[in-house]
Structure formats: structure tokens, C-alpha cells
């Protein structure tokens, strides 16, 4: 199983971007999805996720400027408006997915930079 993420690039202060997250390989069902962002010198932190009902979560620091959503397959993506610079980081998807004969596990992308410039 691959997550491949694309969409991240370089944008000004208050632009957007869409991220999309693409799971490729075999699996049976994917459970809950989201995206995670890692600034420099800082920790990985949540930014949102979505379960497969539908139920969204999303970090303080993006409420009300990202959009998590998730098609009936296999891929995820993340609205991002309002850019801000703090926003700037490699941002990760990540996808709880079961696979035949194996238990439960997370799967993360390789990330894709994100660059917003004041």
C-alpha cells in the first residue's frame, strides 16, 4: 500500500491550495484519514481527519480556513485557505487501512511541502 500526496507548492499570504492524498494498493477498508503538518524544527501536528462516517476534526489552528473530505474510495484531500505563514510545513496524509490477513495499521505518505510567504 502507497499514499502519494500531491498539491503542496508555494503560495502568498492569504492564497489556497489543495492537497490530495491517493492510496494505492490493496486493501480491504480505510478507516479514519487525515493530514498532519510538520514545520521546521517543530513537531508533527494534527491538522484534520475524517472518519469513514464522515465525522471531522480539525486542529484550532485551521478551524474555519481547511476543508478535510474523502471520496467512497481511496482518495483524500484537504482545502486549504486563508493561507498564513505558520501554515508552512511538510504536510503528511495519513490513512488507517486493513489490509488482507493483517491486522489494522496506519499508513503514512512522504509529504509534500507547503510554502506561504508573507
Known amino acids: 500500500v502507497q499514499l502519494v500526496e500531491s498539491g503542496g507548492g508555494s503560495v502568498q499570504a492569504g492564497g489556497s491550495l489543495r492537497l490530495s492524498c491517493v492510496a494505492s494498493g490493496m486493501f480491504v477498508e480505510m478507516n479514519t484519514v487525515g493530514w498532519y503538518r510538520q514545520g521546521p524544527g517543530l513537531q508533527r501536528d494534527l491538522v484534520a481527519t475524517?472518519?469513514?462516517?464522515?465525522?471531522t476534526n480539525y486542529g484550532d489552528s485551521v478551524k474555519g480556513r481547511f476543508t478535510i473530505s474523502r471520496d467512497a474510495y481511496n482518495i483524500i484531500s484537504l482545502q486549504m485557505d486563508s493561507l498564513k505563514p505558520e501554515d508552512t510545513g511538510v504536510y503528511y496524509c495519513?490513512?488507517?487501512?486493513?489490509?488482507?490477513?493483517?491486522?489494522?495499521?496506519?499508513?503514512w505518505g512522504q509529504g509534500t511541502q507547503v510554502t506561504v510567504s508573507a
Open positions: 495519513k490513512a488507517e487501512l486493513l489490509r488482507p490477513y493483517e491486522p489494522w495499521r496506519d499508513y
Open positions: 475524517v472518519g469513514s462516517g464522515g465525522t
